[in-house]
């Protein structure tokens, strides 16, 4: 198999978190700020959203704090995990999973969201990453001590 240069794996895996974390941030802003939660509240309600406003601050939130997360390569695996639960009840909730894989209703933005952070998830954050720095210095204070 094919191995890349561990430095332009490192560039490449800081490349797709921060491609990732803005469209996530993006995202989270449009319903925590852009459009606001009482409109975001109101438009998951009409899908069928259970609890529609703590739905929608959960998912503003975790689409804002994963994408920021993201960006910094930190708590990556958390991250991950809380954006694939958003995800999964977005393609759910908003039909994206029924409607096909392109449109209005198709679920590719959500499928390339979910296989990205299930991706960083598997191989990590990549040095150029506070995750990185963080287990750096850990692994130090273990050996010093």
Do not use: N
Not at 29 to 43: C, F, H, N, P, R
Not at 99 to 124: F, K, P
């Amino acid at each position: 198999m094919l191995q890349l240069p561990p430095t332009l794996r490192d560039l490449l895996t800081l490349a797709a978190r921060l491609l990732l974390g803005v469209v996530l941030l993006a995202h989270g802003y449009q319903k925590l700020v852009g459009q606001g939660l009482g409109a975001t509240s109101a438009g998951f309600a009409r899908l069928g959203v259970p609890l529609p406003g703590l739905s929608a601050a959960f998912a503003g939130c975790v689409e804002s704090g994963g994408g920021l997360l993201l960006v910094l390569g930190l708590l990556t695996p958390v991250a991950a995990a809380l954006v694939t639960v958003v995800m999964l009840g977005a393609g759910w909730f908003a039909g994206h999973w029924f409607g096909g894989v392109t449109g209005d209703d198709g679920w590719e933005l959500v499928g390339v969201i979910i296989a990205g952070v299930l991706l960083l998830a598997a191989s990590g954050p990549g040095r150029f990453s506070l995750d990185h720095v963080l287990a750096q210095r850990e692994e130090r204070e273990t050996v010093g001590a």
